[in-house]
């Protein structure tokens, strides 16, 4: 039973050199939770937060691989490397809202196409509305909550608040519907 809930050892604590290397994991882990929650508002390529995490990930094994085959387990050293991976990408997005010091601006931009989706949630279904819009010449899906429905499908256009974020990506602050 012991081994089923420490699975891949993930709970076992591990130490070296006075650190407790698993937290990198779980912090990594924490941060692609939270970029996943704010995917609605991530203008961000999917392929260049995906260069980011590797390109992170790679440069971390090539500096410490020596380390990773004398202490870790390879399969470790590659979980490892993923969630480090994680906290770039994490890094990068989060610092290219902060370190932009243009100023926001507001469009009004119509809505392409409402499409319905199930949320997946259980004894909670529903469906909820996701709208499809084109910032700075670039689609983008956002999904609201079921609880929107009415608003979203009176709606023609949607006001929304963005900067030009530190690295070049635009960042979007706020989206409001527009009564049409």
């Given at each position: 039973?012991?081994?089923?809930?420490?699975?891949?050892?993930?709970?076992?604590?591990?130490?070296?050199?006075?650190?407790?290397?698993?937290?990198?994991?779980?912090?990594?882990?924490?941060?692609?939770?939270?970029?996943?929650?704010?995917s609605?508002?991530?203008?961000?390529?999917?392929?260049?937060?995906a260069?980011?995490g590797?390109?992170?990930?790679?440069v971390?094994?090539?500096?410490?691989?020596?380390?990773?085959?004398?202490?870790?387990?390879?399969?470790?050293?590659?979980f490892?490397?993923?969630?480090?991976?994680?906290?770039?990408?994490?890094?990068?997005?989060f610092?290219?809202?902060?370190?932009s010091?243009?100023?926001?601006?507001?469009?009004?931009?119509?809505?392409?196409?409402?499409?319905?989706?199930?949320?997946?949630?259980?004894?909670?279904?529903?469906?909820?509305?996701?709208?499809?819009?084109t910032?700075?010449?670039?689609?983008?899906?956002?999904?609201?909550?079921?609880?929107?429905?009415?608003?979203?499908m009176?709606?023609?256009?949607?006001?929304?608040?963005?900067?030009?974020?530190?690295?070049?990506?635009w960042?979007?602050?706020?989206?409001?519907?527009?009564?049409?």
């Amino acid at each position: 039973m012991n081994k089923l809930v420490d699975f891949m050892g993930l709970f076992k604590a591990r130490e070296k050199f006075g650190l407790y290397y698993q937290n990198i994991s779980l912090v990594g882990l924490a941060c692609l939770g939270t970029i996943y929650l704010e995917s609605n508002y991530l203008l961000v390529p999917l392929k260049t937060l995906a260069l980011v995490g590797v390109l992170a990930s790679i440069v971390v094994t090539v500096i410490f691989i020596k380390y990773y085959k004398r202490e870790f387990g390879i399969i470790w050293a590659l979980f490892h490397n993923l969630t480090i991976g994680c906290i770039a990408v994490y890094l990068f997005v989060f610092t290219n809202d902060i370190l932009s010091t243009k100023p926001l601006s507001i469009e009004i931009v119509p809505i392409e196409s409402v499409k319905l989706q199930d949320n997946h949630q259980r004894g909670n279904r529903a469906l909820e509305p996701v709208i499809l819009v084109t910032i700075k010449n670039r689609q983008h899906k956002i999904t609201y909550h079921h609880s929107t429905f009415k608003r979203v499908m009176q709606s023609k256009n949607v006001e929304i608040t963005i900067k030009e974020g530190f690295w070049g990506y635009w960042v979007l602050k706020n989206v409001e519907f527009v009564k049409s």
